[in-house]
């Protein structure tokens, strides 16, 4: 730990003198008028004073000198003679910034210096309650002198800092003077505090988003691709430059963030393309500087996207350099700081307002003379509450009797604090009965004047109409507990609900609750394929939906995304929460009209119950969000109910992820084939391409264990890509060594199908890699699962269309299971595949032989040639052979081949049947 510098010095008692003078913290003996004036003067310097720290904090992106700047402001806002700032670290806080201490003959402190929380009951305070503690008056065993060895400290006080609803720290100002703070300094530190947060959030967040990279850079540059793999995991804006600023990389934050994909701007300088004209030299600039060995460099500039609209990011570039020190690269970092600078824009302007505000109010007056209870209201007083001149009377009754009686004892005690001398300035937000009826708003602010002997005699004060304040605050602290789309509670109403039933169910035995975790099954296929507007509007309507399956009391809240969670309670029993599982599945499968597009989805729900016993809101949470992806393991569409062995299978299914992915970097996977075999001749007329992966640990895995998750994960793509480009290039040399007619089959996944922006790239992958390989399309085969052109006909129907343009053939793989027979007249297949549960039993079950006989014959009349699956019999086979399906494939012929041991079938010509499975 570094202590902080002393160019902010804390200021001597005489100065603080000066200071509380200047805010109007003197006691004195002055006119209504004047008491009002300084009033306002006061109030529009505590504004600039706030705007003007808070900015200064915005100055840089680098967390520690955030933390400088915020030391550094500290006087400006709460005049004092030490301060310091202590970031929490588990139970304990760590003071990391400091200056004062040692004038004042108090010990400095040494680096690490940490505190024990729970000892100190003013830390301990602000942890639990998140407001600012005031102690005017020490004693010599308060736990903060004794602990921190300041046993000069007379007065103090504190407040947290507040990150991402998580206290992160504390910030303490000292002072040698007894009764020198109050409630009103600690609210000014708490309002600049909550100011200074965005600052320190930024400032975390740019860390993060650099770290992140710049890690993913070190551990990558060694490998030929890791510009790529960079630009895949990045989360921050990635640029990379050659030596004349074209663009050779451009990541997919980029892309979102700009609107043009990388293919648009490949090879353009920089500045042409994304710069402000106004702007275009100062980018030159910096980029001359990298070029010149000044790096890394630290800049903002505005970014122009593709619809014309601007945003600021701020950068940090720096230089790649080959082994003999010239340029290679220039690598550009990136945070979108727009959201930060209209932040600064509406704090300047708020104060701006505010103080104009002050300025042009005639706040109403009021002159309470002690002595007498008289007390006088000036007309401006009296209009705020819609009464003239002569209505009201002088006494404090007239007053009192129209404040709300909840927060009347506030008020008194608020007055009583100042006439007793323990706050320098009366100061109270209360709600009073305006003349309509009505409750307004107010905002009262006073001084008292005494006599020789301290005693108040008088107080003096004035007062305003608050009201459009509150309501704005109200708006505010509405917008920060919901979800802006759909109008539901969001994940930090959410988590302060959880924490008051979890409280409830300690306390109560009986009381019990559930929470329901909600995602979507195939939202993104959805939001892919028909916009986020078609996608924001099913959301909505979904939201409509589970709130009519719910009680009043209970709650909805949307995450994020397409998860939702409802927390029920109370309830009675288990049952209680399965029956509102059940009622949301049901009315979730009801089928949608948006934009003229029919619409289906379905949903995964997750269960967790109270009576496993929580003590925090993540636990439940986290289980019931574990429980969801065991109703998604199962098949969707269907709910589980939480037990502890969950928390095994779903940390294996995490592990089972990262081993996918490693494979994938790894080229672990390998293709099995599988021939198709002519029922008339016997002869071999193709292969299926079939997935396995060779586990390094675990040898040979079967695609059964691993595909689906890589459907949910969308790791199907590459692995897809993968499987395609490998499969054509095999049989290309198949058709060399003489097999020119063989033809290759692929499966293909609905994720590939959604791959990419607008109209799917998929189209333009597959007429890639023919080209690439040299493979005849007519020797291609797609395998499609009727779920794809099911799932949005027109979208992915263009898309068949367009496979078939290229000369391919499609076939309709596992045709039989809830099959459609419209997809067979809608969509340009060549090829049907029966299912082999139906082969199965077609010489046991007559049912289902002549459901084969039908489909064959059906599938003839349209021009269809037929494959059978799953041929393990010659029974089997004869039979279909009989009924003239054109080809076969199963165990009978060959089990699935490496590409080595299926070069040696293909030699033989055709295939012996094995009779092994007779």
Known sequence: MTKHSNKAKAQPTTELTTLRQNRGETPAAASAQEQSLAAEREQRSLTEMLYQASAALHSTLKYDEVLDHLLDQLPQIVPHQAACIMLTQGETARIFRWHGYARFGGKNFVSPF?????????????????????????????????????????????????????????????????????????????????????????????????????????????????????????????????????????????????????????????????????????????????????????HENWWLTKTGDRCLIAWSSTVLQDQHGAVEFIVNTGYDVTERKQIEEALRQGGERYALAVLAANHGLWDWDLRTNEIYFSSHWKAILGYNEQELQSNIEEWFSRVHPEDLPRLKADIAVHLEGVTPSFRSEYRMLHWNGDYRWILSQGLAVRDANGQAYRITGSQADITQRKINEDELRYASLHDTLTGLPNRAFLMKRLEQVITQAKEDSNFLFAVLFIDLDRFKVINDSLGHLVGDQLLITIARRLKACVRSGDLVARLGGDEFTVLLEPIRETDDAIRVAERILKEVAQPVNLDGHELFTNASIGIALSASGYDRPEDILRDADTTMYRAKARGRACYEMFNTGMHIQITALRELEAELRRAIERQEFQLYYQPFVSLSTGQIVGVEALLRWLHPQRGLVGPGEFIPLA??????????????????????????AGYAALRTAVNVSIRQFQHGSGRSDFPEQVAAILAESGLPAQTLELEITESIPLINNEFNGDILSRLKSLGLNLALDDF???????????????????????????????????IITAIIQMAHNLGLKVIAEGVETEAQSAWLRAQQCDEAQGYLFSRPLPASEMTHLLEAGFVQPRKSYE
């Not at 340009?828 to 010489?843: A, V, Y």
């Open 711 to 736: 459907e949910e994960t969308g790791l199907i793509v590459p692995i897809g890509e993968w499987v395609l480009r490998t499969a054509c290039a095999q049989t290309k040399i198949w058709q060399e």
């Open 114 to 298: 940490l505190l024990k929380i729970s000892e100190i009951p003013s830390l301990n305070t602000m942890r639990q309650t998140g407001r600012p503690v005031v102690v005017s008056h020490t004693t010599e065993q308060d736990a903060w002198l004794t602990h921190s060895g300041q046993g000069w400290v007379k007065s103090y006080a504190g407040a947290p800092i507040r990150m991402r609803e998580q206290i992160i720290g504390f910030v303490n100002v000292d002072s040698d003077t007894p009764g020198f703070f109050s409630q009103a300094d600690a609210d000014m530190l708490e309002a600049f505090l909550s100011r200074a947060v965005v600052a320190l959030k930024n400032a975390w967040l740019y860390a993060e988003a650099r770290r992140e990279i710049v890690e993913r850079i070190k551990a990558l540059k060694a490998e030929r691709n890791f510009v790529s793999a960079v630009l895949d995991t990045a989360g921050a804006l990635v640029v990379i430059l050659n030596a004349e600023g074209r663009i050779i990389r451009l990541n997919q934050t980029c892309e979102k963030t700009s609107g043009y994909t990388f293919e648009e701007v490949k090879g353009k300088p920089i500045w042409d393309v994304f710069s402000d004209p106004a702007e275009i030299e100062t980018v030159k600039g910096v980029f001359d500087r990298l070029l010149a060995g000044d790096f890394p460099i630290e």
């Open 816 to 850: 039989g299971i809830g099959s459609s027979l419209t997809l067979l007249k809608r969509f340009p297949f060549s090829t049907l595949k029966i299912d082999q549960s139906f082969i199965k039993e077609i010489i046991n079950s007559h049912s289902d032989a002549a």
